[in-house]
């Protein structure tokens, strides 16, 4: 399906966009209060290659090239991965995404590269109000409260070594594949749209 817009007479052709997103209940509250972020790092880590596509940022190129783009997010209680395409390449698409739920690298040559990223995110935000507020909010939470804790993680966060660290993201992995709440949704033209949840 194709819409038409007009842009100052000019004509442009805009092709449909296919959606989906996948949200996982567990999230930085499920974080052990001795690696605190490691939700976060994990949903970074996903992402790295699976044993089918095992080329880093493989994904991020495919949808680049059908026009599309990637995201995720940890939020306190859940963590959502999500991914937009032409909605021609949605099922290509989505056998790539599938990947990263069924068989993750978790490559320990991107763990560095990683805590690098999410200390780069957490630099980014830090004067902002919202995480301020969150901050505040962690300050104002009862004692051994899971709110408590550092959610972002960041660089200066003692972080296990190596082998510790992948373990555990191992571990983390894990739950998500446990946990009931998962929902995927997916849209796009010719799926109005389907809602699968466990």
């Not at 963590?79 to 739920?101: I, P, S």
């Not at 993750?104 to 507020?133: G, M, T, Y």
Request: proline residues 3%.
């Amino acid at each position: 399906m194709q819409q038409k817009a007009s842009n100052h007479g000019a004509v442009m052709i805009i092709e449909s966009v296919a959606a989906c997103g996948l949200c996982v209940g567990v999230g930085s509250f499920s974080d052990p209060p001795e690696f605190q972020g490691l939700a976060h790092l994990l949903e970074h880590m996903v992402f790295m290659g699976s044993e089918k596509f095992p080329r880093e940022n493989e994904f991020d190129a495919f949808l680049n090239k059908h026009g599309g783009e990637t995201n995720a997010s940890t939020d306190s209680e859940a963590t959502t991965f999500y991914f937009d395409c032409q909605y021609q390449y949605l099922f290509r698409a989505l056998e790539r995404f599938a990947q990263f739920f069924i068989s993750p690298l978790i490559k320990r040559n991107a763990l560095s590269r990683e805590l690098e990223a999410l200390d780069s995110e957490f630099q980014s935000v830090l004067q902002s109000d919202s995480c301020r507020r969150q901050q505040l909010f962690s300050q104002c939470a009862r004692p051994h409260h899971p709110a408590t804790q550092f959610l972002w993680g960041n660089i200066q966060v003692s972080w296990a070594s190596c082998s510790v660290l992948l373990s555990l993201i191992s571990e983390q992995f894990h739950d998500f594949g446990s946990v009931l709440g998962e929902k995927l949704k997916i849209f796009s033209s010719f799926t109005d749209c389907w809602v699968f949840s466990r």
